[in-house]
């Protein structure tokens, strides 16, 4: 047992296994760590081939990663789009079609019932539709779940992660929780969410630091996070809460646009594709919840700096 003052958990989150027949199979990959990135880089190359589940951000860019290696790259999505669940069908088309243009195929609308192998080793990959896709490797990206296990044998407040206020204090207040494993307050939202991202880890760091050393706590930053695929810089702030319309400036043939998620005239989100003015102005207009004028939003010949009502 060590004693302590103050203790900080910093759990982080873990990959959500697909508990299926063959998952323990070799050859059968998740990303969460450097370890995790090596043995898929070991794994690829020309001649190999890639069987990516989840058409997420994360299955995303291991496809893009996979297809710089030289591999041939298969990603399988049971929504009927990718990125479903996080972007528009704008956004979900214009990544689709990248990654299409760059050789990578899609199986979408359809499940994985198993894992098929030899030796040990993952061969093929089995859909619900019947198909039976040859691999050499598999990645396994369909999401993250909070390590709140020790939380929660310790008694704290647990709800989708760690609860935690805006100083990241945790229902006991000599325990402090920071980054994945924390289920945190958004104020400009208001309401509670879990995020996954560096820059939510390092703004909690510097709150809990705060307010151990008892200085003011920082004020909250407007959250947001990027995607590196291939020559594409995909810059996000905020989140597309109880969004009523939806806008885009610039034109995604041009692989330089931003689609702006709009609520009662006030930006929500922002996804800035190649297109980094957009980008901190739409952070900025999320942060001080100014209105837009639609009009001089998506007229590229307008500054980002006139946009605002």
Not at 129 to 134: D, I, K, M, P, S
Not at 181 to 193: A, E, G, K, Q, W
Request: charged share 20%; aromatic share 6%.
């Amino acid at each position: 047992m060590i004693p302590y003052d103050v203790l900080i958990l910093a759990t982080g989150a873990r990959a959500l296994p697909l508990p299926i027949a063959g998952s323990n199979l070799a050859g059968v990959l998740s990303l969460r760590t450097a370890a995790d990135a090596e043995a898929l880089k070991a794994a690829l190359g020309p001649g190999k081939t890639l069987a990516v589940i989840g058409g997420g951000y994360i299955g995303l860019e291991v496809a893009a990663s996979g297809r710089a290696l030289g591999a041939e790259v298969v990603i399988i999505e049971r929504e009927t789009r990718v990125l479903a669940r996080v972007a528009c069908p704008a956004l979900s088309e214009f990544f689709s079609d990248y990654h299409e243009a760059k050789g990578v195929r899609f199986e979408l609308g359809c499940g994985v019932t198993a894992f098929q192998g030899e030796h040990g080793h993952v061969t093929d990959v089995v859909l619900s539709n019947g198909q039976v896709l040859a691999c050499d490797a598999v990645v396994v990206g369909i999401g993250a779940a909070p390590n709140d296990e020790l939380a929660v044998e310790a008694g704290l407040n647990c709800t989708r992660g760690i609860v935690v206020d805006l100083a990241a204090r945790t229902s006991d207040p000599n325990i402090y929780a920071i980054g994945d494993v924390t289920h945190r307050p958004l104020p400009i939202y208001d309401r509670m969410f879990r995020l996954e991202s560096v820059p939510n880890a390092l703004e909690q760091a510097k709150q809990a630091a705060a307010d151990i050393i008892g200085r003011p706590t920082p004020q909250m930053e407007v959250p947001w996070q990027w995607s590196d695929q291939y020559d594409l810089k995909l810059q996000i702030a905020g989140y597309p809460f109880d969004v009523d319309e939806i806008l885009i400036r610039g034109d995604p043939k041009t692989a330089k646009f931003a689609v702006f998620h709009l609520h009662g005239g006030q930006v929500q989100a922002v996804e800035a594709i190649n297109a980094p003015a957009e980008f901190m102005m739409g952070k900025t207009l999320i942060g001080n919840r100014r209105a837009v004028d639609k009009a001089k939003l998506v007229d590229l010949s307008v500054s980002m700096k006139e946009v605002a009502i």
